[in-house]
């Protein structure tokens, strides 16, 4: 199909045909573990295609053989995000986690170094520090205020930069919305690569993407997601997606085949669902975020307030902001005035919003960082990133603005 509309037009009908599910609007959700085959030499020829012995005939399509390999509803699924994302070819997990650990296990190898962005989501930080250490593969963090400079010459000092494999980068940053720059990154895999070693780069891009953030465009080689948040966004799922060429998906989507850890079809079917209304829910939540941030903007007993709108023309943060998003998204953090105990009274107070983890989702949430997301992390690390007692990390949904402000304010007064 010639692709003239924009992604979102697609998102109901593209990669579907109804005369193959007899005629229904939508998709049924393919609930099976096989598939049978017309006839033996059919099986045969899926199975070549699968296991690349034979080359495609122009315009074939891999045949469904068993559910680990594909299904009806994780294809179609997987074909709608290539649109938002303008990539050739995505892959869905179970869990963001997945398709993170997924991405490390194909691209690094015991010896191998990994060079990621701080601070990164506790689960992906777990994972490299305490799994990829165990099996051999070496890391280095850098912050967002280090420069391109630093950051190289940082790589060479470790002794291991002819062993760097995979560069991974969380922006914005959970939870301050700190910025890293995706085409300095890539100029830093360009740099330490050569004709016998690649240096892949991958950006997690969970707070802004699909709609506001397109890394591809600033050199990124692999664009993850959680698909738990944005993309699933109704906080009744776990899912995670890979996007990128084809060459680099071909191997993701072997390792997924053999790890098993593809997207179910009743969760590929419910995604399909949020896909239809990505960009509507997203443009009312950033709507929201910019009301309720201009509220707390000027409020007695807010600190310090963290959200990508109010960037400073001169700022760095301001210059990577222009060249990476088109929107300032839904997430926020602030600091109250005093401790923990003044933080906690606040969430305490809140009636509509609601304390949890998680982000991205209709309903609104708020957590407290420094006793919830990251509490592992290491005190000094906490602080050089501004994670504080009093910070709290606000995930804005579509409410009516004036109802989230009305009980942000109710909670503030009662601090
Ligand atoms: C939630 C999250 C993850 C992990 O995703 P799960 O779906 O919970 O496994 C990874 N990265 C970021 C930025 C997240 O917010």
């Known amino acids: 199909m010639k692709l003239d509309f924009h992604p979102e037009s697609h998102m109901m ?29 059919e099986g045969k020829a899926f199975f070549e295609a699968a296991y690349g012995l034979r080359n495609p005939e122009p ?60 601070p990164l989501y506790g689960g992906t930080d777990h994972f490299i520090n305490h799994f990829l250490s165990s099996i051999g593969v070496k890391s280095l963090g850098f912050r967002p205020d280090q420069t391109k400079e630093e950051i190289i010459k940082m790589v060479d000092e470790s002794g291991m930069a002819h062993n760097l494999s995979l560069i991974y980068v969380e922006t914005p940053a959970n939870p301050t919305n700190s910025l890293i720059d995706i085409r300095m990154c890539s100029e830093i895999a360009d740099h330490f690569k050569d004709q016998n070693r690649s240096v892949y780069l991958a950006v997690d891009n969970t707070y802004m993407g699909p709609l506001w953030s397109k890394p591809h465009q600033c050199g990124a080689d692999i664009v993850i997601y959680s698909a738990t948040k944005y993309i699933g966004g109704h906080s009744d799922l776990l899912a995670g997606a890979i996007l990128g060429s084809s060459d680099i998906m071909l191997r993701i989507k072997t390792l997924r085949t053999f790890l098993g850890n593809r997207a179910s079809p009743h969760t ?74 003044e933080a906690f009274r606040f969430l305490n107070n809140l009636k509509l919003i609601k304390l949890a983890v998680s982000l991205g989702s209709t309903e609104s949430l708020v957590q407290h960082p420094a006793s919830m997301t990251h509490i592992a992390m290491c005190p ?28 942000i304010g109710a909670a503030l007064d009662a601090v």
């Open 268 to 341: 590929s079917w419910l995604l399909m669902r949020s896909l239809e209304t990505l960009k509507l829910r997203m443009e009312q939540q950033a709507r929201n975020a910019k009301k309720v941030a201009e509220y707390l903007r000027g409020h007695p007993k807010i600190s310090k307030l963290y959200y990508l709108g109010f960037l400073t023309d001169s700022s760095k943060d301001y210059e990577i902001y222009q060249k990476q998003y088109s929107s300032p998204g839904a997430m926020l953090a602030f600091e109250i005035e005093g401790n923990e105990p």
């Open 380 to 407: 000094d690390l906490k602080k050089s990133i501004g994670i504080t007692d009093s910070l709290v990390r606000l995930s804005i949904g579509v409410e009516h603005f004036e109802d989230l402000i009305k009980d």
């Open 59 to 118: 315009n074939e399509e891999l045949g469904l053989i068993y559910s680990r390999i594909n299904n009806p509803n994780l294809q179609i699924l997987e074909e709608r995000l290539c649109l938002f994302e303008g990539v050739e070819e995505c892959a869905f997990f179970v869990s963001g986690m997945s398709a993170i650990s997924t991405v490390m296990l194909e691209f690094l190898k015991p010896g191998d170094l990994l060079l990621y962005s701080l």
């Open 13 to 41: 009908t593209h990669g579907y045909k109804p005369e193959l599910s007899e005629g229904a609007i939508k998709p049924p959700v393919f609930q099976t573990s096989t598939f049978v085959f017309k006839t033996a030499e």
